[in-house]
């Protein structure tokens, strides 16, 4: 079945710096979707990709759609302190309508 | 998008009970999914709940361990039946309108003793 590779699995950093993470896939998909989670919650949509090459802004985050259909980035600038939580890539395939595939998530920690 | 409500929000539970999960949303929606997450882990598909016919399950989740209702389409139920430990997870359900965009309700924190 498809399967999502998201990296890192975790990060450290402090306030003030930008964040990168991305998601592989071997499989093509025509709708990449990324997620935050905070403890207790469900779910959050950042950002919502339907176009390869599309780039896409949410204030400081930044996700782009990739050229081949395989990937996807997300990029987080300045990071502040309530940027904490879990970062989940998901994609959407031309082969499972409406069905989401997850990525393994990115845990966030920023330092004061 | 959409305000989703789950209940209850947690419940501790015998080994050996069900429990029932209701997902209410604000506004009709094409497409009703429930998920289920296990601590520490990412989010894997149950089924797809379907108005007014079975859910789809997905492979390792079957109907007489997990049935689904969906009467009309802001509403749907999960019941956890004859539970064990290793049920204990977060249940999630979400809502959509295509292939595109879903929205998750706050979930269901579970735990079987």
């Known amino acids: 079945g498809q399967q999502l590779n998201q990296s890192p699995q975790s990060m450290f950093i402090q306030e003030g710096e930008d964040v990168s993470m991305n998601c592989t896939s071997s499989?093509?998909?025509?709708?990449w979707l990324w997620y935050k989670q905070e403890p207790g919650e469900g779910p959050v949509l950042l950002i919502a990709?339907?176009?390869?090459?599309e780039l896409t802004s949410n204030g400081r985050l930044t996700a782009q759609f990739g050229i081949t259909r395989k990937d996807s980035f997300l990029n987080i600038s300045a990071s502040i302190p309530s940027d904490v939580g879990i970062y989940f890539c998901?994609?959407?395939?031309?082969?499972?309508?409406?069905?989401?595939?997850f990525g393994q998530g990115t845990i966030l920690t920023v330092h004061p | 998008s959409a305000v989703i409500s789950q209940k209850p929000s947690r419940d501790i539970c015998q080994r050996g009970t069900s429990l029932t999960i209701q997902c209410q949303v604000d506004?009709?929606?094409?497409?009703m999914f429930w998920y289920r997450q296990q601590p520490g882990q990412s989010l894997t598909l149950i089924a797809t709940?379907?108005?007014?016919?079975?859910?789809t399950y997905e492979s390792g989740f079957v109907i007489d361990k997990f049935p689904i209702s969906r009467p009309n389409l802001t509403f749907s139920t999960l019941t956890v039946s004859n539970m064990s430990p290793e049920d204990s997870s977060i249940y999630l359900c979400?809502?959509?309108w295509g292939a595109g965009e879903q929205y998750f309700g706050p979930g269901t924190r579970l735990t079987v003793t």
């Open positions: 979400s809502v959509g």
């Open positions: 499989s093509i998909f025509n709708t």
């Open positions: 990709l339907y176009k390869a090459g």
């Open positions: 998901a994609g959407l395939g031309g082969t499972s309508y409406g069905k989401l595939t």
């Open positions: 506004s009709q929606v094409t497409m």
């Open positions: 709940a379907n108005q007014g016919s079975e859910a």
